[in-house]
């Protein structure tokens, strides 16, 4: 059983920024056994890929609406993956979840295995 744990979001105005903290845990879980992305989800709308990073965290990878403004990181020691959000736009708003694959990343959100529990996140006009 793996665990993830969202933390952050919140509501801040047009280009303002926030951070999203996940965090994972799991009695046989190794957390650089997997890939780490985050997903939005809009209302009325599918859920999105927005970040991904490879086990190693040496390959990150955006969808081309954040490129530039957001940054995903993982901390292999302390199990946690972030999403730094900058210069945010109203079309940013979501629900974000983090999600995590064996192996290594992809922007289709049906080949993940575990999710967190979703983080709003409202961008004022």
């Known amino acids: 059983q793996v665990q993830l744990v969202q933390s952050g979001g919140g509501f801040v105005q047009t280009g303002g920024s926030l951070r999203l903290s996940c965090t994972t845990s799991?009695?046989?879980?190794?957390?650089?056994?997997?890939?780490m992305a985050w997903f939005r989800q809009a209302p009325g709308k599918d859920r999105e890929f927005v970040a991904g990073i490879s086990r190693s965290g040496n390959t990150p990878n955006y969808e081309d609406s954040v490129k530039g403004r957001f940054t995903i990181s993982r901390d292999n020691f302390k199990n946690l993956v972030t999403l730094e959000m900058n210069s945010l736009k109203p079309e940013d708003t979501a629900v974000y979840y983090c999600?995590?694959?064996?192996?290594?990343?992809?922007?289709?959100?049906?080949?993940?295995?575990?999710w967190g529990q979703g983080t709003q996140v409202t961008v004022s006009s």
């Open positions: 999600a995590a694959r064996g192996y290594s990343a992809t922007t289709d959100y049906k080949r993940y295995d575990y």
């Open positions: 799991g009695s046989t879980y190794t957390f650089t056994s997997y890939a």
